[in-house]
């Protein structure tokens, strides 16, 4: 199992910053992956950002999010961190963190909420 808890939410202007933390604790025997998915209102979930969790840098990301997030491990620290710049009120939504496990699937955080006012 994977526990993961996420935090660095909060009310931000239009054009501010945040930055999102998602600390990981438990087995992380097989994680191939980590990210950040995200769910607006009455919208499904919808994939923000991932990167590889063992090496490499090859990172993904939305459209919507290229150039202003950045997605960002620290596995000393078992800590994923998502920098979120020139935020869009529509970029208000929960934010969750993800692990993804071989041959397990996906194990989620509670989320943390965004919220951009215009």
């Known amino acids: 199992q994977v526990q993961l808890v996420e935090s660095g939410g909060g009310l931000v202007q239009d054009g501010g910053s945040l930055r999102l933390s998602c600390a990981a604790s438990g087995n992380f025997f097989g994680i191939t992956a980590v990210g950040w998915y995200r769910q607006a209102p009455g919208k499904q979930r919808e994939l923000v950002a991932t990167?590889?969790?063992?090496?490499?840098?090859?990172?993904n990301y939305a459209d919507s999010v290229k150039g202003r997030f950045t997605i960002s491990r620290d596995n000393a620290n078992h800590t994923l961190y998502l920098q979120m710049n020139s935020l869009k009120p529509e970029d208000t939504a929960v934010y969750y963190c993800?692990?993804?496990?071989?041959?397990?699937?996906?194990?989620w955080g509670q989320g943390t909420q965004v919220t951009v006012s215009s």
């Open positions: 993800y692990a993804r496990k071989r041959l397990v699937g996906d194990f």
């Open positions: 990167i590889p969790y063992i090496s490499g840098d090859i990172t």
